[in-house]
T-cell receptor, first 115, second 111 residues
Framework: ETGVTQTPRHLVMGMTNKKSLKCEQHLGHNAMYWYKQSAKKPLELMFVYSLEERVENNSVPSRFSPECPNSSHLFLHLHTLQPEDSALYLC??????????????FGPGTRLTVT | AQSVTQLGSHVSVSEGALVLLRCNYSSSVPPYLFWYVQYPNQGLQLLLKYTSAATLVKGINGFEAEFKKSETSFHLTKPSAHMSDAAEYFCAVSGLGQFYFGTGTSLTVIP
């Protein structure tokens, strides 16, 4: 595997289900990100982990819970979601940065549908 | 604070014609600027980045962008559009530990 991988690629879940999204990066990076991409809306940064510590949480509802067990893996745990949470969830990685000059590399995304 | 504005959510060009996608930025510090492309059902792929080394930046697939500080712009161009260029394009700016994406421009290439 190369780059950033995400599983599953597609997920359909009911509002009472619990599921997890997985992201793995094979680039030797030490920062990882979760984004939400909804139709006709800008990319929304949800969580940032740098050196395995959460450094940013942009007021995301508690029904989304991230986990970063090491610098290569990132999870997004989902529970009691709402239909408006249906979107493409993108994972990205980069080198940890103070001056933000390092580009982010993205996975292919998980298309989530909440029914 | 940093932000980017992409002018035109949809752009259509004929195959072989010039591609011009517009991006203006706002930054309180010298910015780092990026263009990404997203093909259907895929993640974002880096096209090119500006990090103050040169104002004209060349990227993959024949794209290039010019940083113009006086105009606070970082427009993306390609001399001759190809059908495979049809995609969503995102401009992004970073600085002070923050990374911001524009709302995207959908490029359609007409045969």
């Amino acid at each position: 595997e190369t780059g950033v991988t995400q599983t599953p690629r597609h997920l359909v879940m009911g509002m009472t289900n619990k599921k997890s999204l997985k992201c793995e990066q094979h680039l030797g990076h030490n920062a990882m990100y979760w984004y939400k991409q909804s139709a006709k809306k800008p990319l929304e940064l949800m969580f940032v982990y740098s050196l395995e510590e959460r450094v940013e949480n942009n007021s995301v509802p508690s029904r989304f819970s991230p986990e970063c067990p090491n610098s290569s893996h990132l999870f997004l745990h989902l529970h009691t979601l709402q239909p408006e949470d249906s979107a493409l969830y993108l994972c990205a990685s980069s080198q940890a940065q103070r001056d933000s000059s390092y580009e982010q590399y993205f996975g292919p995304g998980t298309r989530l549908t909440v029914t | 604070a940093q932000s980017v504005t992409q002018l035109g959510s949809h752009v259509s060009v004929s195959e072989g014609a010039l591609v011009l996608l517009r991006c203006n930025y706002s930054s309180s510090v010298p910015p780092y600027l990026f263009w990404y492309v997203q093909y259907p059902n895929q993640g974002l792929q880096l096209l090119l980045k500006y990090t103050s080394a040169a104002t004209l930046v060349k990227g993959i697939n024949g794209f290039e962008a010019e940083f113009k500080k006086s105009e606070t712009s970082f427009h993306l161009t390609k001399p001759s559009a190809h059908m495979s260029d049809a995609a969503e394009y995102f401009c992004a700016v970073s600085g002070l530990g923050q990374f911001y994406f524009g709302t995207g421009t959908s490029l359609t290439v007409i045969p």
